[in-house]
């Protein structure tokens, strides 16, 4: 009998990959953090002998979620200011709050927060923006979950940097002393078109081709993003981008909430990935994403919570569930984005778009073991049917109990590992005050 570190045996697995089967008494044996196989449970201990075994007899087994765009550390401005337009929002609350308290420990706690939220959420990776990417590294390496943490860059002074190359200054210091380590990888992030010059953008554009780094940013959250480009430069930021060579299969595009079908199809022939953030788009009266425009366009659509300043959750079963019944409503289609299709944004879209899909987001033989159990044997989700629609339609967060990440355990019945859930409270409560008192 071959020895493996564990075997875990649910009734039920979706693996995230092609089509809707969900795997009945199926185990996944975990050896050396990767996933080493999928077997019938009948079968599975006859072939392995595990140091830790499983047996989750109703729940249901996901990949862990791709949580594609975040603000980790603005975690310590939830609901700061709130039922504001993006304008107002930015700059007139959170830009000021930022300028009085961002530092390198203001984003070491919001990120603190922020993971363990994520981690209880079910979120095994996250797709950073924001600065000192130092400080959430930091935690992503003790709390051990996995990211790719974007280099800010801005073309105005900040606590962090004060122009765009003491942005990148800092942020390729910071990737060269992260880059060794497994869970992180690194990417550009440049915050948005109507923050970034053109010059700037032909500097990151350089950095991306020469380094073969990602571009994670905000594109068409806003029409009046829109519309504000067509007045300064005749196109909109979809085309501008594309002027400048900005557009390709590395490009992480958060929000693209106002495409017209030219642009639309500037981002699909580019291979671009489009990052959905329904909630925070709602919130902020931003509008909502034709998701059936992206997806007829062949689009890779992944999802995103932003941060929990605008959302005010990093919760991605509530991403799906919104996008889902939003996208429905819309469409007057009530068979649009099943379950399945939902989860698969949430996971391997997700990892596609972050280029970590030979890695994570999906239960594959060889990929990580980034996994999350879901007990289906509650008040909100019996009776059961079907667990992919208990699991979208009735459970919440809570029901989640177990987090693998590395096929290391981050949640173990419902409580965190590796972070102490008080010190984080009160840590927090401690900002609270500070930042009240401007
Ligand atoms: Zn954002």
Redesign the pocket.
Same mark, same amino acid.
């Given at each position: 009998m071959e020895k493996v570190e564990k075997i875990i045996s649910p009734s039920w697995i979706f693996l995230a990959e092609e089509g809707d089967e969900v795997l009945k008494d199926h185990s996944i044996v975990v050896s050396g953090g990767a996933i080493h196989d999928v077997v019938p449970t009948s079968d599975v201990f006859q072939l392995y002998e595990a140091s830790e075994a499983y047996q989750l007899s109703n729940h249901l087994i996901l990949p862990g979620f791709i949580n594609a $765009?975040s $603000?980790s550390a603005m975690s310590l401005l939830k609901g700061y200011a709130d039922d504001l337009p993006l304008n107002t929002w930015l700059n007139d609350h959170i830009w000021p709050a930022e300028n009085q308290h961002v530092s390198f420990d203001f984003v070491k706690d919001g990120s603190t927060l922020a993971i363990a939220e994520m981690i209880k959420g079910g979120t095994t990776t996250f797709n950073d923006?924001y600065f000192f990417p130092e400080a959430t590294a930091e935690v992503v390496s003790k709390v051990g979950i996995r990211a790719n943490i974007g280099l800010g860059v801005l073309d105005f002074p900040t606590n962090y940097a004060n122009d765009p190359e003491d942005y990148l200054t800092k942020g390729f210091a910071f990737r060269d002393q992260w880059r060794d380590h497994k869970l992180i990888t690194t990417c550009l992030a440049p915050h948005a078109p109507y923050t970034i010059s053109n010059k700037t953008f032909e500097l990151i554009n350089t950095y991306a081709e020469q380094l073969d780094l990602g571009i994670h940013m $905000?594109l068409h959250e806003t029409r009046s993003e829109v519309e504000d480009s067509i007045k300064a430069f005749g196109i909109t930021p979809i085309q501008r981008m594309q002027d400048l060579g900005v557009l390709g299969p590395k490009l992480m595009a958060?929000?693209c909430v106002h495409v017209s079908e030219a642009d639309a199809k500037l981002l699909s022939v580019n291979g671009v990935s489009a990052i959905c953030?329904i909630s *925070?788009n709602m919130k902020l009266g931003s509008g909502i994403p034709d998701i059936n425009q992206l997806l007829q366009r062949g689009i890779n659509v992944a999802l995103g919570t932003? *941060?929990s300043a *605008?959302n005010n959750a990093l919760d991605m079963m509530r991403e799906m569930r919104a996008l889902g019944l939003v996208s429905k409503g819309l469409n007057m289609r009530s068979e649009f984005l099943k379950p399945a299709e939902l989860i698969r944004m949430a996971t391997i879209n997700g990892a596609k778009a972050l280029g970590l899909d030979e890695l994570t987001g999906s239960i594959s033989k060889g990929k990580r073991a980034d996994m999350i159990a879901i007990n289906l044997d509650t008040i909100e989700s019996q009776p059961c049917y079907e667990p992919l629609s208990s699991f979208m339609y009735s459970a919440d967060r809570s029901s989640i109990e177990y987090v693998w990440i590395d096929g290391n355990t981050k949640l173990k019945q419902g409580q965190l590992v590796c972070l102490d859930e008080e010190d984080i409270l009160q840590r927090t409560k401690i900002w609270q005050t500070k930042i009240k008192r401007i």
């Open positions: $765009h $603000h923006m $905000h958060a929000h953030n *925070s932003d *941060s *605008s």
